[in-house]
């Protein structure tokens, strides 16, 4: 099912509904399984000072869902307003967040479970047929959304803590098909953007005609063996591949591999991933490397990160059709054979492990995996309308931050598709980060 429904009659009212209770019901099976594999003094601990503490993300699900569902949808009477400053997200930094008297784990657990069961008398008594913020399921698909962004966030201060492995997946399906090389997307317009995806999110809309030059870019994001390539020819003491802000960060950050790397003594490299150490995998997308890290690879090899614009148009745009596609498939929802996604593994894939959910250029696992850093800024769009608050996007364009698109092993479907995006300061790398390279076309290949 989609979440591009008109909503006009009672049979397609209902079968929203239903959806919308699926995706709600989703989130809050992934929230409980990220916070009660630990005990009560791992879920107030700050496992680190860029991140929250878990105690913290489950009260914020919970607030923000009692604001929006159960306050302005539902019109109810609050459930717990005193609480409201304490899990707002920009009056509190996350490294103050757990000097605050926050609600303890089983405060937390029955707030959000007591927010919850007042959601699902919303749901059941909305028409889903009001104004801007109800019309469609909007609000419903936003903290479906919300929740799932934040259980991201949860699973990489997963990925953060020190301790014995608590979270367990089954392995990545293996690779099908042989995925190696460039396609060249031809130069012309494509509609970037979305008017018609229902629970798109401002920052996505409007749809507006883009003019693209002609470009080529990887069938795959940048693989570990192509990684260990640069490590080994210096990349990381070779100046002159940085930019000069970049240089200053791995000088001052010390960084000389990504996050979670270690090399043994016999010069072996070994990944660390949610308390287990394996060696690193040579056909899987390079993870947890920050923005400055994938501009020196493309100096390095030569090539550059892709816009925006090129990314979105590598992912949605057919040209036997000339159609944007919701995903570079298709409009079907993601499934377990087109995309890596709602932490169904606990890494990336090796590449070629999706062929069913290549685009139709033969451009390969452009959704789930690892977000892709692309060489835009995260601007506002033409015409461009802040909803339902300015704290969601507005407030975030401009300055240093880098937009990262596509999704990760560890986002959800529902925060997953060809228009969504994804933002971050240039150098983060805790997030689930990696990148493909693109380039100019010569004269020859126009």
Not at 312 to 330: C, L
């Amino acid at each position: 099912m989609t979440t591009h429904l008109p909503g006009t009659d009672r049979a397609e009212t209902e079968r929203l509904r239903g959806h919308i209770a699926e995706v709600l019901e989703r989130a809050r099976k992934r929230t409980i399984g990220l916070t009660d594999c630990l005990d009560e003094a791992e879920l107030v601990a700050q496992h680190s000072r860029i991140m929250s503490p878990l105690v913290w993300d489950l009260a914020h699900i919970g607030n923000q869902e009692e604001l929006w569902l159960v306050r302005d949808v539902g019109g109810r009477e609050p459930v717990r307003a005193d609480i409201d400053e304490l899990y707002d997200a920009f009056k509190h930094a996350r490294a103050n967040r757990p000097s605050l008297p926050l609600l303890s784990p089983t405060e937390a657990r029955s707030y959000v479970g007591t927010v919850r069961e007042k959601v699902w008398d919303v749901l059941e008594r909305s028409t889903l047929r009001g104004g801007d913020l109800e019309a469609d399921g909007f609000a419903f698909g936003m903290i479906a959304q919300h929740e799932q962004q934040h259980d991201e966030t949860m699973l990489a201060t997963h990925q953060l803590r020190t301790g014995d492995a608590v979270l367990s997946a089954p392995p990545t399906p293996p690779s099908r098909v042989r995925v190696r090389g460039e396609v060249v997307i031809p130069a012309g317009e494509f509609t970037m953007g979305t008017d018609t995806d229902l629970w798109a999110l401002d920052n996505e809309r409007p749809a507006h005609l883009v003019h693209v030059p002609g470009f080529a870019i990887d069938a795959a994001p940048v693989t570990n063996e192509q990684y260990l390539e640069f490590i080994a020819d210096g990349g990381y003491d070779r100046p002159e591949l940085w930019s000069r802000a970049g240089w200053a960060h791995r000088v001052e950050a010390d960084l000389t591999a990504p996050q979670f790397w270690e090399r043994d003594g016999g010069g072996r490299w070994w990944r660390r991933g949610f308390g287990t150490m394996t060696p690193v995998r040579p056909r899987q997308p390079v993870v947890h490397v920050c923005w400055f890290e994938a501009e020196a690879y493309a100096n390095w090899a030569g090539k550059r990160l892709p816009t925006e614009a090129e990314w979105e148009k590598a992912a949605r745009f057919d040209p036997r059709t000339g159609a944007s596609q919701r995903y570079p498939w298709g409009d079907d929802e993601p499934s377990e054979l087109t995309a890596n996604l709602g932490q169904r593994h606990l890494e990336p894939a090796d590449i070629g492990a999706y062929p069913a959910g290549a685009s139709p250029t033969g451009v390969h696992q452009l959704i789930g995996d690892v977000w892709e850093w692309t060489a835009s800024g995260f601007d506002p769009y033409p015409n461009f309308r802040a909803f339902p608050y300015r704290e969601y996007s507005e407030v975030f364009f401009g300055g240093d931050y880098r937009v990262l698109r596509g999704g990760s092993f560890g986002a959800d479907a529902v925060a997953s598709r060809g228009t969504f995006r994804n933002w971050d300061h240039p150098i983060r790398r805790q997030i689930f980060s990696g990148f493909r390279l693109a380039r100019d076309l010569r004269a020859e290949e126009r």
